[in-house]
């Protein structure tokens, strides 16, 4: 059996992305083509469009560029925006999947802008990054 979870992100209260959003946009980025991403995704180009636009309607801001023609033809690529969403997304997938290995350790040293922790296991190597849980605040840590 596994655990299974889904979020969201939203803004003032209304969605804005979930995994099918995420999904849209790492392609978009990939592909540089709304039309490509589409292929690869098995989604209606027209899908894909009218899901960026409502984000986008949320947002208020575009999260997408978008050239037409050309000879090689058109290319869409993402605004700051729409890059700041994808990091959005992975970062807290990545909290999700780190809560759910259920590292427990103790806190042995803390001081000089470091922190010691000793855990029970042994499946971490220099420079995985992970996440510590204090207070409801989630800082971002990396293993060295």
């Not at 803004?11 to 589409?38: C, H, T, W």
């Not at 978008?66 to 869409?76: Q, Y």
């Not at 993402?78 to 809560?99: H, M, Q, V």
């Amino acid at each position: 059996m596994e655990i299974g979870l889904r979020f969201w992100i939203e803004f003032d209260g209304k969605p804005v992305m979930g995994r099918g959003g995420y999904d849209i946009l790492k392609n978009i980025e990939k592909f540089q083509s709304i039309s490509k991403a589409s292929k690869a995704l098995g989604m209606s180009y027209r899908f894909m469009w009218d899901y960026i636009k409502r984000m986008e309607n949320v947002l208020g801001e575009k999260v997408v560029e978008s050239e037409r023609g050309g000879v090689e033809g058109g290319r869409t690529t993402l605004t700051p925006l729409g890059r700041e969403l994808i990091d959005i997304y992975e970062n807290f997938e990545n909290t999700l999947k780190s809560a759910l290995n259920g590292v427990r350790g103790v806190v042995k040293e803390v001081g000089d802008g470091k922190v010691v922790v000793t855990v029970d296991n042994n499946e971490f190597n220099v420079g995985d990054e992970v996440v510590i849980f204090k207070n409801g605040k989630i800082p971002k840590v990396n293993v060295k």
